[in-house]
């Protein structure tokens, strides 16, 4: 449901201080005695901090006991703050309920698949459905919209952090309720419950609402649609807190713009932020590089699917890390220049704010080994001369602030519902990765030098001469007939194994599979074809599949065959298939290529549809470029990114425009993009 109209940026306090992009870090000065607070004012100062996230764990502090109230530490920062020019995003506080609260009301807290009660003791012990929890948490919100709704340094709202990062299943009897309560407005009757959820099976016909309950430990499978639908629900429970905290926030403070940090980074995946973004003034993220080969590429695919979540306008990184995080199994420093590319990277994806986790690094607390922009060394230190570089260099990219990101040609389909679903237990494979198989795509990409958008499955397809919907395994109809509109209109469609297979409730579409697809890709499968993890196919194209065959049977004598198996029980029959309609084409990928066999085959592809590099051949797959301009901001100008993949350095002289900036080093004389260089030029 759509409850904004205006998105709207941060209200920055008197005087207005022109385009500027935002710079901080959550900061937390409860950890700390009062007269280290003036020297943080002072460092952020150098480092050319406006901005910080103040009070998102500070409950307790802030409400020692249930009765009474300690205002005046608070008070005094942001007073120290703002006449240090820096301006607040004021956290509600209410992420971490206090001791008192979980010992007077232990029934707050959540309950796990087990029935086991998540202690106290981290933090994100509650139940987004506890009215209990509700009103305590609900009446701070309002405490605290009082109290600094006039104060000059308040530029935005932080509602909670990270909504469902610790508490999004929550299997407890309150949850329970909420979830019966969200079944009768999704299905109206018991009688359509049990269609949907195909209750006939296993003898688990409802006769009573009641007799509903989450999908708890069960002796086997659960039913697959009771957990998508508690997928759905558990999405939902948390978007109807983040409203709840809105809402009294938007009555108090109507001009004080609101905003949440969401995860989209990884396998975080039970939170639906296409579906949260309109709830917000602006879209917030949270990112930590994962490591591992991709590294890079799943930073830049989660700041592009964090733009488009954002519809392009800019949006804000809350919280990523200056080095080590500490919640890895081995947590490895950034290496120089990471810090600044990595940051950059999010701004080359529509960012206007640069902000960490946290300001001064914690010398007591779970987070003690995590960086910070102020680490244990002290100013004295590499991570806090980069800060400081990094400072610099967004002050010289401050034209670029309110531009959007420019649309590619390209799209990546991203489907939550898919995500969900097609990872289900009881399928062909319990080795099919979702988000894995989207990112082997957006590397294919990256390669190839062609830009391209992380879309959101419900986003517009106008304008994209490509679309490819990896593993897009639950089609409604209203979702295959905008496919088959879009390809009637000239698009090109490439999707993959699994693909098409069921409806909104899970149930297969029949008459061969890819179901709600087969006749747009005019292909017929009658079995699936999953691989041993020891297995694997070469196809005639020189590539190699993984995890996954499909026996394809070619039903439309438009289909031409891109590449057939070589090996294996399939060999001689279709591996890749493109059905030409008059202006328009749907291609079929039936294993798992992975990102070395998806280069030639997307380069194929994309070809075809006449999709090509925008960079200069030599420089095609060792940058990523990007590109801002156009809308609020950037007086038409547009702004290309050009970031270094590779850890080697590259030659620019072939890219034009006029350098806006770029970290310092980041380019030599000879227009040489050092290795993780990052340039920003105005063309
Ligand atoms: C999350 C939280 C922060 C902190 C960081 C550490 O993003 O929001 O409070 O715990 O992780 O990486």
């Not at 506890?130 to 948490?137: D, M």
């Not at 490591?291 to 990184?317: K, V, Y």
């Not at 294919?444 to 030098?449: C, E, I, K, N």
Request: overall charge negative; aromatic content about 10%.
């Amino acid at each position: 449901m759509v409850s904004r109209t205006t998105p709207r940026w941060l209200r920055w306090p008197d005087p207005e201080p022109g385009a500027r992009l935002a710079f901080g870090a959550d900061y937390n000065p409860e950890q700390w005695s009062p007269d280290v607070w003036a020297e943080d004012i002072q460092a952020m100062r150098t480092a050319g901090v406006n901005i910080v996230s103040l009070a998102i764990f500070s409950w307790a502090r802030i409400q020692p006991t249930a009765d009474t109230y300690d205002f005046g530490w608070l008070d005094e920062v942001m007073d120290l703050l703002h006449a240090g020019g820096i301006a607040v995003d004021l956290a509600t506080a209410t992420a971490s309920p206090p001791p008192w609260l979980t010992t007077a009301h232990p029934e707050i807290l959540p309950v796990d698949v087990n029935g086991a009660t998540i202690s106290p003791g981290a933090r994100q012990h509650w139940r987004p459905t506890s009215p209990v929890f509700r009103e305590h948490a609900l009446r701070l919100v309002q405490t605290m919209a009082q109290r600094y709704a006039d104060h000059p340094a308040l530029t935005a709202w932080h509602i909670s952090n990270e909504l469902g990062c610790h508490n999004i299943y929550d299997f407890s009897d309150d949850a329970a309720r909420a979830f019966r309560i969200w079944l009768r407005e999704r299905y109206g009757s018991l009688d359509g419950l049990n269609a949907a959820w195909g209750t006939a099976f296993w003898s688990q016909r409802y006769s009573d609402w009641e007799q509903i309950l989450p999908p708890r430990l069960a002796a086997s499978h659960p039913n697959p649609t009771q957990q998508l639908d508690f997928k759905r629900f558990s999405s939902d429970a948390l978007k109807d807190y983040l409203r709840a905290e809105r809402d009294i926030l938007r009555a108090i403070t109507p001009d004080i713009p609101i905003t949440t940090n969401f995860m989209v980074m990884g396998e975080t995946r039970g939170m639906d932020y296409a579906d949260w973004a309109d709830e917000v003034d602006f879209v917030a993220n949270d990112h930590y590089v994962l490591p591992g080969p991709q590294a890079l590429d799943e930073l830049s695919f989660s700041a592009n699917l964090t733009g488009n979540i954002a519809q392009g306008r800019p949006w804000f990184l809350m919280e990523h890390s200056t080095s080590a995080v500490n919640w890895q199994p081995i947590n490895v420093a950034k290496r120089p220049g990471e810090l600044a590319r990595d940051s950059l990277t999010h701004v080359a994806h529509g960012a206007d704010a640069v902000c960490y986790f946290q300001w001064r690094q914690s010398a007591a607390g779970a987070e003690k080994y995590h960086s910070a922009m102020l680490p244990h060394a002290g100013t004295e230190s590499e991570v806090f001369r980069a800060v400081t570089d990094l400072g610099a260099t967004l002050g010289r990219l401050a034209p670029i602030a309110g531009t959007h990101r420019r649309p590619a040609r390209a799209a990546i389909l991203f489907d939550w519902t898919s995500w969900w679903t097609s990872e289900h237990d009881s399928h062909p494979s319990s080795r099919l990765r979702y988000r894995q198989e989207a990112l082997d795509w957006y590397s294919a990409f990256l390669d190839l030098g062609v830009r391209v958008d992380v879309l959101p499955v419900a986003a517009p397809l106008d304008g994209y001469d490509v679309v490819v919907a990896p593993v897009l395994h639950v089609v409604p109809a209203a979702l295959a007939q905008r496919l088959n509109a879009y390809v009637d209109g000239g698009g090109h469609l490439v999707t993959t194994y699994f693909s098409g297979i069921v409806d909104e409730n899970d149930h297969v579409w029949l008459g061969g599979y890819p179901g709600a697809l087969r006749d747009l890709l005019g292909i017929r499968i009658e079995e699936f074809g999953p691989l041993l993890d020891t297995e694997e196919v070469e196809l005639d194209n020189g590539t190699t599949g993984t995890l996954w065959t499909d026996r394809i049977d070619v039903t439309d004598d438009r289909v031409e065959v891109l590449a057939r198996y070589r090996t294996g029980n399939l060999a001689g029959r279709p591996a890749v298939t493109r059905r030409a309609t008059d202006t328009g084409s749907a291609s079929y990928v039936s294993t798992r290529l992975g990102q070395a066999g998806l280069r030639p085959v997307l380069a194929g592809l994309l070809d075809a549809a006449g999709v090509s590099s925008e960079l200069p051949e030599a420089l095609r797959g060792r940058v990523e470029l990007t590109v801002r301009g156009g809308s609020d901001g950037g007086d038409g100008a547009e702004f290309w990114f050009v970031i270094n993949r590779t850890d080697e350095p590259v030659d620019l002289s072939e890219v034009g425009g006029d350098v806006l900036g770029e970290p310092d080093g980041a380019v030599g004389p000879q227009s040489v993009l050092a290795a993780r260089g990052v340039t920003v030029r105005r063309r």
